[in-house]
Every structure is written in C-alpha cells, then in structure tokens.
C-alpha cells in the first residue's frame, strides 16, 4: 500500500455512507445532550431499533415507506419508554437506564427466542431487505469512478446511497437548525443550564424533555437505517462502542452546533482509517500484529475523548466564550 | 428617609389610600383585608422532623410582606411549598382562591405566582435576552410543531423582545443584552433574575433571599426594584435574613421558628416581640448564666 491508495481510502471516508448515517444519528444525539443536556448513553439502542424495524417490515414485504414509519414509531416508543421513569429524576438515572436498554435491545435481538424474527446473532442478511430502496436508485447499476474513487452506482455502498444519506444528513441539520432557533430550542436549552429555573418560569420541563428524548431518537433510529443500507443488520455492530464513537464524534465537532456532528463524524472517520493505514504501513509486524492494528486504533478513539473534554470541551466549532463560563 | 412607600401612592389598588394593615391584629396568622394567598394547616415532615407546620397564613395583595425567622425556621421550605417545588404531607393553600394543592411549579407559576430562588439561577450558557425571553408566558412557538414555522411566532418573538428590553433598561441590565448570563455578576444575575420573573406580568412575586450574595452597591437598587414593583400593583412576598433590608422595605412581616408562625406585625415593632427575641436569642437570653452558683 502506498501514500496514494492512503489517501483514497482516508478521501472516502469524507462522503462515505457510513459518515453520514453516523452524523445523522449524532443530529438525534445533539438533540439529546447538545440542546437539553439529557445524557443519552444507549444511543445505539435507538439506530439498533429502527434498523431491525426497518429490515423486518420490508422483508415481511411491508415496503419502504411502511419500514421508515415502524422504524421511527419504534424508536417513539422506546424513547418514551426510557423517558417515562427517568426524566423526573436527576439526569444521571437517564444515563444509566439508557446504557442498559440499548444492551438490553442488542441481547434480545441476539437471542436464539427470537431467531425467526431477528435473525439472531448472524442477523438480517442485506439481500433481504435493500431491494426496495436499492431498485428507486436512477444510476446504472455498475461501477462508476468519480475522480479517484469508484464506488457501485446501486447496490449496497453506492453512489445513490451517498447521495441520499448526505440529503437526509442535511435535511437533518436543517431540522436541528430551525428548531434550535426556536422558542421551543430555547426551552430546552434552558433546561440543559438549569431544569428549576425553566419550572420556576412556567414551562413543563417533563414534557419538553420527553420531546426532545422522542425527536432525537427517531432521528437515532434512521440514522441506524441509513447505515444499515450499506451493511447487514447485526447486532453486534450496534454495541457500546457505537455509542462512544457517536459521543465522540459529536463532542469533536462541537454540541449544541449544527454543523458539528456532520464534521466530527468526517474527521472521525477519516482519522480512524488514517491510523489504521499509517499502523499497518510504520508498525512493524513484530511490533503489533495485524489483528492488534484495530483494537489500537480505538484505543486511540478512547484517547481522543479523553482529550477533547480535558482540552477542548466545546468541540471545534463550539464557542469559546460559552466554555469560559463553567458553573 | 425612603421607608415605607406612603400608601397613597400605592398604585392600582383602590383600598390603598389607606393602610390595609391599619385593623390587622399583631398575632400569628392575622386574617388581612385583602387576601390573595392563604394557607391552612400545612405540614411538611422529614422523616421524624416536622419542619413546616402552619396553621393558619394570609398574604395581604399589593403589599411587601416579609418572611423572616432563625436559621432552620422552615422559611425555605414553607416557600418551596408554596411555589409546588416540594409537597407537604397535609394542607390546603391557595392563590387568589385557586387552590395550589398538587399543582407543578410550571402550573402554580402559570396562574400568576414566579418565584426566584436563594441560589441564582440565572441560565448561564444563555445570554441574558435569551433568559428575558424565556421568561414569557404563552410564546406559541414553544410548541414543537409550530416552532417550525417562524411566521406563527415571529410576530410575538418582537413583542417579547420589546418587553424584555424595556426591563432591562429598567434593571439597568440592556447594556448587557448579548453577554451570556455566566459571565454577569452575582448582583446582577439576581437582577436578571427578577426581571425575568417580571417578563410573565406575575400577580405575585416570591424573593428567596433576595439579598444574599449581593455587594451593598448593588443592595440599594435591588431595594428600590422591590418598592417599584408594588408600585405597579405587584404583591411580594420574600423570605431574608438581613434585618436592615426587611425593616426599610416591608409592609408586614411574618416570623416563623422551628416551623410554626410565631409573630406577625409591622417591622418596626416585631422584633420587639417576645416570642420572636427568644426564637432569635434563646428563652434565657437576658438570665445571667453566673446567677446560680
């Protein structure tokens, strides 16, 4: 491998489906932790649900658009669910009910009961239920280079996929801008600073915190049908990992920003593989074997965080003057 | 000397050309002419500790009245139940004859009663128009679905805004408007604070500690605030522990210890009452500890 296949492979990443189903799912979590300040720790449970919602609906031969409603009503329900005993109390509670649901999700979709639905631990194959969306693509169904990069026209990680992930990605953000502009985004950043201050004023922050929960899990759970569509539904890929990538990324572009879970989902991406092939290419075999090269790297994921909120907790499109305040 | 504010340039209230105090009995739980808060038998228990337990307590309208009492009185938690931030075991109160019983902070401060808090809350990472406007009662566009739609609360969003910086000027905050509240003093976020309570036109507004934590520069103006809203026909209702402030600016004052109402009167002659020197000072407090040899 040399340094131009490198920067091929780190240029994908820019545009690559999967960025943007992980920023579109970061918009849900902005939502969540930006604007209301809800620590939302499971929100792979969220993309896990609209993913399996999604895939079962369509391969029972629901269609496209009925897979898109059950997804989202799934994800309704689950965040209603998660919020209904949590967002009375004090927001650690949420935190850990949320981390535990999301496993809870990933086991029971995982589990050898419910094999006929779930599939399992194998999971759904992509066959089963890409064909609806794949068969709306308008490009041939080929391989098409742009520029240094080739990529299928339909099928699975496509050019239509990229097309079409990166129009919900900013129909999202545009959603995330209006509503953060809003009456109804400043509530809930009252809420985020202090919670007694915005019921003091009249406002039911139970309800708006619920509302912000719902809003920003449906758009959690298509974001996990965004991905889906260039991947399989597994359940193991939507572990706590994802859910710590999401938080990383949205934290590196900068919470509360419109623009910050698009960008930090690209740089994660891109630095993730960056490291990976910089690894493979400078470290030698001795050193590190190849199948040491991917838990290094996410050691380093871990690393970033840990830098981030030490160094530079509004991100990099966070404002300096709101960090200069802590209280 | 500003003391008192003279009843007859009280403002809207009619009864105010003379002092509505004028036939209230100096007793604990003294019935009042004009009443707009009363409660009854209110009792808040912690475990073993009863720590509000009021028979009987009215607030006058349109007056200062002043909740006054030693550390661990109740006056706090006496406030917080009244606002519907904590629950008593028992009781019935009310706010101009609408019951407050069971009722969420956000509904007891819809139907006209805003509290402030002993710690400020000033919303930090806001600016400070961004907390007026927060404020505000019944904003349309802080409905989701027609948050949506600028066009629905645009118009209202400039009425809102144009309010919030005619009381900023008032508060002498405007200069400020753009600055994130964290970044305002102590002093001044009480004054934000109270002018965002004031954004929702309260019948009654409710001080805890209004003073604590503010540089004497800035107590006088607070002062004046205070006076300047029953000017307008506001009630208030505030719990403080600095004496100097209570006697300059309040109508009546209520004194709690270990949380029963103890006294009520007129500032300058409660402290003078008995049951309020030794909640204050102890029952023994003028027996020489050296007589008993």
């Known amino acids: 491998m040399d340094f131009a296949d490198l920067f091929t492979d780190a240029g994908r990443e820019i545009f690559a489906p999967t960025t943007a189903a992980f920023a579109l799912a970061a918009i849900g979590l902005n939502f969540h932790f930006g604007l209301t300040g809800l620590l939302n720790m499971g929100h792979a449970g969220f993309m896990l649900v609209g993913m399996y919602g999604y895939a079962i609906t369509v391969r029972e031969g629901g269609g496209m658009v009925l897979g898109l409603i059950v997804a989202m009503l799934l994800a309704v329900v689950f965040g209603l669910i998660?919020?209904?005993?949590?967002?009375?109390?004090?927001?650690?509670?949420?935190?850990?009910?949320?981390?535990?649901?999301?496993?809870?999700?990933?086991?029971?979709?995982?589990?050898?009961?419910?094999?006929?639905?779930?599939?399992?631990?194998?999971?759904?194959?992509?066959?089963?239920?890409?064909?609806?969306?794949?068969?709306?693509?308008?490009?041939?169904?080929?391989?098409?280079?742009?520029?240094?990069?080739?990529?299928?026209?339909?099928?699975?990680?496509?050019?239509?996929?990229?097309?079409?992930?990166?129009?919900?990605?900013?129909?999202?953000?545009?959603?995330?801008?209006?509503?953060?502009?809003?009456?109804?985004?400043?509530?809930l950043k009252g809420i985020r600073e202090d919670e007694d201050a915005v019921r003091s004023l009249g406002k039911n922050v139970y309800a708006y915190k619920m509302q912000a929960l719902v809003i920003g899990g449906v758009i959690g759970a298509l974001g996990g049908v965004l991905w889906s569509f260039s991947a399989a539904v597994q359940p193991d890929s939507m572990g706590r990992p994802t859910t710590f990538w999401l938080w990383t990324l949205l934290l590196l572009g900068g919470a509360a920003t419109v623009f910050g879970p698009i960008l930090g989902s690209i740089i994660f991406w891109t630095a993730l593989v960056l490291v990976r092939s910089l690894a493979a290419m400078f470290i030698p075999e001795t050193w590190m074997a190849a199948t040491e090269r991917e838990p290094f790297s996410l050691v380093l994921v871990g690393v970033t965080l840990m830098l981030l909120v030490i160094f530079r907790p509004q991100g990099i499109l966070g404002n300096r003057r709101e960090l200069a305040i802590n209280d | 000397?500003?003391?008192?504010?003279?009843?007859?340039?009280?403002?809207?209230?009619?009864?105010?050309?003379?002092?509505?105090?004028?036939?209230?009995?100096?007793?604990?739980?003294?019935?009042?002419?004009?009443?707009?808060?009363?409660?009854?038998?209110?009792?808040?228990?912690?475990?073993?500790?009863?720590?509000?337990?009021?028979?009987?307590?009215?607030?006058?309208?349109?007056?200062?009245?002043?909740?006054?009492?030693?550390?661990?009185?109740?006056?706090?938690?006496?406030?917080?139940?009244?606002?519907?931030?904590?629950?008593?075991?028992?009781?019935?109160?009310?706010?101009?004859?609408?019951?407050?019983?069971?009722?969420?902070?956000?509904?007891?401060?819809?139907?006209?009663?805003?509290?402030?808090?002993?710690?400020?809350?000033?919303?930090?990472?806001?600016?400070?128009?961004?907390?007026?406007?927060?404020?505000?009662?019944?904003?349309?566009?802080?409905?989701?679905?027609?948050?949506?739609?600028?066009a629905l609360w645009r118009k209202q969003e400039a009425e809102i805004t144009a309010k919030a910086?005619?009381?900023?000027?008032?508060?002498?905050?405007?200069?400020?408007?753009?600055?994130?509240?964290?970044?305002?003093?102590?002093?001044?976020?009480?004054?934000?604070?109270?002018?965002?309570?004031?954004?929702?036109?309260?019948?009654?507004?409710?001080?805890?500690?209004?003073?604590?934590?503010?540089?004497?520069?800035?107590?006088?103006?607070?002062?004046?605030?205070?006076?300047?809203?029953?000017?307008?026909?506001?009630?208030?209702?505030?719990?403080?522990?600095?004496?100097?402030?209570?006697?300059?600016?309040?109508?009546?004052?209520v004194v709690m210890a270990e949380g029963k109402i103890i006294a009520e009167g007129p500032p300058d002659t409660v402290m003078a009452n008995a049951a309020v020197q030794d909640a204050y000072l102890g029952s023994h407090h003028d027996t020489d500890l050296f007589e008993e040899r």
């Open chain 1, 82 to 187: 998660l919020g209904w005993p949590t967002l009375k109390l004090r927001g650690d509670y949420l935190a850990i009910v949320t981390i535990a649901a999301a496993e809870f999700v990933r086991f029971l979709g995982r589990s050898s009961v419910m094999k006929n639905i779930t599939g399992g631990s194998t999971g759904i194959r992509g066959s089963d239920y890409k064909e609806p969306f794949e068969s709306l693509s308008p490009f041939p169904s080929e391989q098409i280079t742009i520029g240094p990069f080739t990529m299928h026209g339909t099928a699975s990680t496509s050019w239509f996929l990229v097309l079409v992930g990166w129009s919900v990605v900013g129909l999202f953000a545009l959603l995330f801008w209006r509503l953060s502009n809003s009456p109804w985004g400043r509530v």
């Open chain 2, 1 to 150: 000397m500003t003391d008192k504010a003279t009843p007859a340039k009280s403002g809207k209230n009619p009864k105010s050309s003379k002092d509505p105090f004028a036939n209230v009995p100096h007793e604990p739980g003294a019935p009042k002419m004009d009443k707009i808060i009363v409660a009854d038998h209110v009792k808040r228990r912690f475990g073993g500790l009863t720590a509000v337990d009021v028979a009987h307590f009215e607030v006058q309208r349109n007056a200062i009245t002043a909740l006054i009492g030693p550390n661990g009185a109740g006056k706090s938690t006496f406030f917080n139940l009244l606002t519907g931030f904590d629950r008593p075991q028992e009781g019935e109160w009310s706010f101009n004859g609408f019951s407050l019983h069971s009722k969420s902070p956000a509904q007891v401060a819809r139907s006209g009663m805003v509290r402030t808090f002993q710690l400020t809350k000033a919303l930090s990472r806001m600016t400070v128009m961004e907390n007026m406007r927060l404020g505000a009662a019944q904003q349309v566009g802080e409905n989701f679905f027609r948050a949506l739609f600028p």
């Open chain 2, 165 to 253: 910086e005619e009381l900023l000027v008032r508060f002498k905050l405007d200069a400020k408007k753009n600055d994130y509240a964290g970044e305002l003093s102590g002093g001044q976020r009480k004054l934000l604070e109270m002018a965002r309570a004031l954004m929702s036109d309260p019948e009654i507004v409710m001080l805890d500690e209004p003073m604590a934590g503010v540089n004497p520069a800035l107590t006088e103006s607070l002062l004046d605030h205070i006076v300047e809203l029953k000017k307008e026909g506001v009630t208030v209702l505030f719990v403080e522990h600095d004496m100097h402030m209570v006697r300059r600016i309040s109508d009546w004052v």
